[in-house]
């Protein structure tokens, strides 16, 4: 039996995958309301196709509970946050739910832990709660997750993934419980490997955004488009540029180049200035939306909205989003009147001046900067009327009315 400890964005559907391919799972979290509305038969999350996935592994014979069991493998997928001021990962939900594990986890376990982590992580911090439990008989194994919200559910059967082990034959047996649902390639390696792959796959993307905001920049100081400049790069066979956009949120590639910076400070220069570049586009919307209203005559910041609040497309996630970050330095600048906020994803008040309703978030508004690129507005722009648009993803096309980074 497999007890999947932590069932939120990565645990919830993992949990769920596996039950619906024949292994016996026990989804535990200790968040009591969490696992109460799981038991009443609900998600807890919006994505695509998780409604469905839940449905085969409730059939399955899935359960969830608060409590923590005695089986002979754990899974544990709880939150690992950076600390503001070290930069350095925290990994007190780990820690903290590796000891639990311990207080039931007999003899031969398996313990893995399918957190990102920052490299060293599971010796400095994870070893030392075996030891201390006077236990030497737990099998540790590292299993970090790569999948995307928006197309979890797909990415869990596709994805390649990767295995972080002491004893390589524990490895293939865990490498086994991947397989009951995962397609893809599966490559066993020792767990510092592992740890080190995952932060290096975020911190790949982060750098790689970086650059595309920058030449953002750039295009517009110099008076350039960058898209085009993008698109016609991009025919080079080597160059493959991402899309410059407002920011970067979420759980993983805003948070995992951190634990780099805060373990290797004199050396992951390049790391760290990506950080600091991608950081710095929420004020670079900022300046741009002021810019644009300075010159269309706007001079009245209730008159503008913010479309779209989750840190991408299509998913109810909020962390680090770029909205957030740059409400918050709105409110740095003491922005009199907050913009209206809109997001058909979310449906909790978490803005100020946060309306449900796109008319009501359209209505009196003489400007809308988009945020983010949902499927509701992508290629769209009638949406808005012939309001000015700041199109921060660039999914509105090239109207004259809208205006891009
Ligand atoms: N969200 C993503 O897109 C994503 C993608 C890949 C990897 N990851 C990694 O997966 C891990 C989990 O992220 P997430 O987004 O699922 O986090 P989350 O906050 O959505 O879920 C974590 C869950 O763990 C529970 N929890 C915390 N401590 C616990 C404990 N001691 N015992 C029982 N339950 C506990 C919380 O109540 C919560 O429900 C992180 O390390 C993250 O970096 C996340």
Redesign the pocket.
């Known amino acids: 039996m497999v007890n999947v400890?932590?069932?939120?964005?990565?645990?919830?559907p993992t949990a769920l995958m596996m039950a619906s391919h024949g292994v016996e799972v026990v989804g535990?979290?200790?968040?009591s309301e969490?696992v109460a509305t799981l038991n009443e038969g609900r998600t807890t999350?919006k994505e695509e196709g998780l409604d469905e996935l839940f449905a085969e592994a409730i059939k399955a014979g899935i359960t969830f509970t608060?409590e923590?069991q005695v089986c002979d493998t754990y899974i544990v997928?709880?939150?690992?946050p950076y600390d503001k001021q070290t930069k350095k990962i925290d990994s007190a939900?780990?820690v903290?739910?590796m000891k639990?594990v311990l207080e039931v986890a007999p003899d031969g376990a398996i313990v893995v832990i399918?957190?990102?982590?920052s490299p060293n992580t599971i010796d400095r911090f994870v070893r030392p709660v075996i030891s201390d439990a006077g236990r030497s008989d737990v099998n540790l194994v590292h299993a970090?997750?790569?999948?995307?919200?928006g197309n979890?559910v797909y990415e869990l059967l596709h994805n390649n993934r990767t295995i972080g082990a002491d004893d390589p034959s524990v490895g293939e047996m865990v490498k086994e419980i991947y397989a009951s649902f995962c397609q893809a390639e599966i490559t066993v390696t020792d767990i510092r490997t592992a740890e080190m792959t995952?932060v290096v796959e975020n911190t790949y993307r982060d750098i790689n955004i970086a650059f595309a905001n920058e030449l953002a920049k750039i295009c517009h100081v110099g008076g350039m488009d960058v898209y085009e400049v993008i698109r016609i790069a991009n025919k080079h066979p080597r160059v493959n540029i991402l899309s410059p956009g407002p920011g970067v949120g979420?759980?993983?590639i805003s948070?995992?180049p951190w634990f780099l910076v805060g373990d290797f400070p004199e050396t992951a220069n390049f790391i760290r200035l990506a950080r600091h570049t991608n950081d710095s586009m929420p004020e670079w919307v900022l300046e741009r939306a002021l810019e644009i209203m300075r010159a269309k005559g706007i001079d009245d910041a209730s008159k503008v909205g913010i479309y779209g609040i989750t840190y991408k497309e299509d998913v109810d996630?909020v962390?680090e989003s770029p909205t957030l970050q740059m409400l918050e330095s709105m409110e740095h600048h003491l922005v009199a009147d907050p913009c209206r906020v809109y997001d058909p994803w979310v449906d909790n008040d978490i803005a100020p001046n946060q309306v449900h309703d796109m008319d009501e978030f359209l209505d009196g508004l003489e400007m809308v900067i988009v945020m983010v690129g949902h499927s509701q507005i992508k290629g769209r722009p009638e949406l808005f009327g012939d309001r000015i648009l700041l199109d921060t993803r660039n999914v509105l096309g090239n109207g004259d009315n809208v205006f891009k980074l």
Request: hydrophobic share 35%.
């Open positions: 400890i932590g069932l939120g964005y990565i645990g919830l535990t979290d200790y968040d969490l999350f608060t923590y997928s709880v939150p690992t939900y780990v903290a739910a639990s399918e957190s990102t982590v970090p997750e790569r999948i995307i919200p979890m995952k979420g759980h993983c948070v995992d996630d962390r």
